[in-house]
């Protein structure tokens, strides 16, 4: 990666935000291969991906203000891994999943102190229905467990503000089963396209 920054006449003019549309399609290839279950190409999408936070820090490594190259980015990640680990790493005892999350989100909370909402750190380029979801199970912490979108049925939807509402009401009913609302869209999707291409295919 270093030798491709100081010798690609195109890689050398590269930005952190002139990478932003690679990162997002490269993850979007990592996830359909994930759900295709294609190994092949699932191995080929990680190295893409792979690239990406290798060439940003190549980016980050020549910032004359605050430089970091890949070696911080393993050391950081590493040191947060063995925080959020304390029954890996320390003496914490986690025999379950919901135990584990436990110890995940106490030690989450602790890193993220300056935080003043439940809703810092949701990023604002998620997907909608994958930012409703992870906004929809951040709002009871601040509105109480009691609060949730008003149910609307499909056929009674007169407005695009009462489809916000209905969407709103779906995603909240997949988060409270634990299903992913994105997942089941595209996975649908993906069902469409395929009779599109077969009826398209005669």
Known sequence: MRQ?????VWSQRITHRDLVPYL????????????????????????????????????????ADDPFDIDDV????????????????????ATTPEQV??????????????????????????PALARAQKVLGRAPHALGDTWGPEPVEGSTVASESE????????????RQNGWDAE???????????????AAEAG
Not at 31 to 50: C, F, K, N, T
């Open 101 to 126: 999350l436990v110890h995940w989100n106490a030690a989450k909370a602790a890193e993220k102190r300056e935080r003043r909402s439940v809703l810092d750190g949701v990023p604002a380029g998620m």
């Open 24 to 63: 997002i399609e490269e993850s979007h290839e990592v996830i359909d291969a994930v759900e295709s279950g294609d190994r092949a190409e699932l191995r080929e999408e990680l190295g893409d991906l792979l690239w990406q936070v290798l060439f940003h820090s190549a980016v980050a490594a020549q910032d």
């Open 4 to 8: 491709v920054r100081e010798r690609c």
């Open 74 to 93: 393993a050391r950081g990640l590493t040191e947060k891994m063995v925080r959020r680990h304390p029954h890996v790493f320390g003496d914490a005892v």
């Open 183 to 197: 997942r089941a869209l595209r996975e649908r999707l993906r069902l469409l396209e395929d009779q599109v291409r």
């Open 163 to 174: 489809l916000g509402d209905a969407l709103l009401a779906l995603v909240d009913r997949a």
